[in-house]
């Protein structure tokens, strides 16, 4: 699976859209970007997932650059409940049998009041 | 949706001691089943993975152990437990190109 770079922490004010990057420049043709978030003392949440074309979902847009080598995950109103470490991850979906996830450190996300 | 099931929450136990945490899966059936473990401040480390009953891959050598009685049951043991098996420990489930998703995990810590 690809690797991916993230930055270590973020903060965003309350209430603004927070924007997440993450590289994953050999990111191959069938292999998708995942977005995981982890709440303190909790196990890692689902955000949301694409492949080429930007996706939306009730929790956040994810915009994935032409070329696939990067994304960045928009979260359109930060509360301070979206206070996290979030994850991007690279993987094959239909890669059955063989599925294995390979979280980095993540970004950690502070929602500044 | 998918819902797993780890208990207990948090486990403190002594060196040397016996381990066995158990994971179940509902909202599924023949699931992708995986033991990760977290250390403090650092990512997630694939320990087992199991695409079925009795069958599963581990990923590093270590002192733990996996196994899959049933189809939606996962369990990690160790005969005896040392220092470096403190951590968070999390299950997670899958179907096929669906997403990963986890339990609240168990927190170990070997005193």
């Known amino acids: 699976d690809a690797k991916t770079t993230q930055p270590t922490s973020m903060d965003c004010a309350e209430g603004r859209a927070a924007n997440l990057p993450c590289n994953h420049s050999?990111?191959?043709?069938?292999?998708?970007v995942y977005w995981y978030r982890q709440i303190h003392s909790q196990g890692p949440q689902y955000i949301i997932h694409g492949l080429k074309n930007n996706e939306t979902n009730e929790m956040a847009s994810l915009i994935i650059t032409e070329d696939r080598k990067s994304s960045t995950l928009i979260l359109p109103h930060a509360t301070l409940r979206d206070t996290a470490v979030y994850y991007c991850i690279v993987r094959v979906a239909a890669n059955f049998g063989n599925e294995k996830l390979t979280f980095g450190t993540g970004t950690r996300l502070t929602i500044i009041p | 949706s998918q819902t797993i099931h780890q208990w207990p929450a948090t486990l403190v136990q002594p060196v040397g001691s016996p381990l066995s945490l158990e994971c179940t899966v509902e909202?599924?059936?023949?699931?992708?089943l995986y033991w990760y473990r977290q250390a403090a401040g650092r990512g997630l480390q694939l320990l087992f993975y199991?695409?079925?009953?009795?069958?599963i891959s581990s990923e590093v050598p270590q002192n733990l152990s996996a196994s899959r009685p049933q189809d939606r049951q996962f369990i990690l043991s160790s005969k005896k437990l040392l220092l470096s098996d403190s951590g968070f420990y999390l299950c997670a489930s899958s179907r096929r190109n669906s997403p990963l998703h986890f339990g609240n995990g168990t927190r170990l810590t070997v005193t």
């Open positions: 199991s695409v079925g009953i009795g069958q």
């Open positions: 909202g599924t059936s023949n699931p992708n």
């Open positions: 050999t990111i191959s043709g069938n292999e998708y």
